[in-house]
């Protein structure tokens, strides 16, 4: 016998159907909007009065923030622009506070932007805040004798990113044998922090960018 059709529950499935079709794409526009409309307000106040006409249209100042920030990255990569980027990393690295900050980021955004060259080392799970629950962390130095020389103990150096944005975080000091690897780049470990643990390893190549170790 063919199930009875319901008009309310045919209306209350069609209305959150629609809704989970709909909704993804005005959240994602509206976040690209208050993107742009964040840099716009930020950029468009110090362009010259020669670029004036790129405040006519929404996204001139997001067009003005991409191209000087790839006209920085081409700059740092010679000879001149690494010795200003060194010139500018030892006066940082005179600021006590800042200095911590600063590197961290630096590191973190690194590791987003070319695992590779960075020292996040390994990808682990580590029982964090306390016993029984896990959290992803990173090698960042297995070297902490000046740290750990007290302690008697083996201890590594993990990073512990907080979800979804990993410049904030937590340093811990663990014992070698408390640390569990997992079968993670720390490429694609970092991703699985930014997208909350939703994306999987393909779905985070195709959003974030990268190369996936699944093909």
């Known amino acids: 016998m063919p199930p009875r059709f319901h008009p309310l529950a045919w209306l ?4 959150l159907a629609g809704v989970a079709v709909v909704l993804p794409f005005v959240v994602t526009i509206w976040l690209i909007w208050m993107v742009v409309t964040f840099i ?3 950029v468009e106040p110090l ?6 006409f790129l405040k006519s249209f929404p996204g001139g100042g997001l067009l003005v923030a991409v191209a000087a920030l790839t006209l920085v990255g081409a700059l740092a990569g010679n000879l001149i622009g690494r010795w200003v980027v060194g010139a500018a990393d030892r006066g940082i690295a005179n600021l006590p506070l800042v200095r911590s ?4 980021a630096k590191q973190v955004f690194k590791q987003i932007a070319a695992p590779e060259r960075t020292s996040f080392q390994e990808a682990v799970l580590v029982e964090f805040p ?8 990173f090698i960042t130095n297995e070297d902490t004798s000046e740290v750990a020389a007290d302690i008697g103990e083996d201890l590594i150096a993990v990073y512990v990113p907080q979800a979804p944005i990993p410049t904030s975080g937590f340093l811990l000091y663990l014992p070698r044998a408390s640390l569990r690897p997992v079968k993670l780049t720390p490429e694609n470990a970092l991703k699985r922090v930014i997208s909350l643990g939703i994306i999987r390893d ?6 974030i960018g990268g190369r996936s170790k699944k093909s």
Not at 47 to 52: K, R
Not at 101 to 104: L, M, P
């Open 12 to 15: 209350r499935n069609s209305f």
């Open 40 to 42: 716009d307000t930020r």
């Open 47 to 52: 362009l010259p009065t020669e670029l004036a």
């Open 101 to 104: 900050i600063y590197g961290g």
């Open 130 to 137: 306390r016993p029984g629950i896990w959290a992803l962390g």
């Open 202 to 207: 393909n779905e985070a190549d195709a959003l």
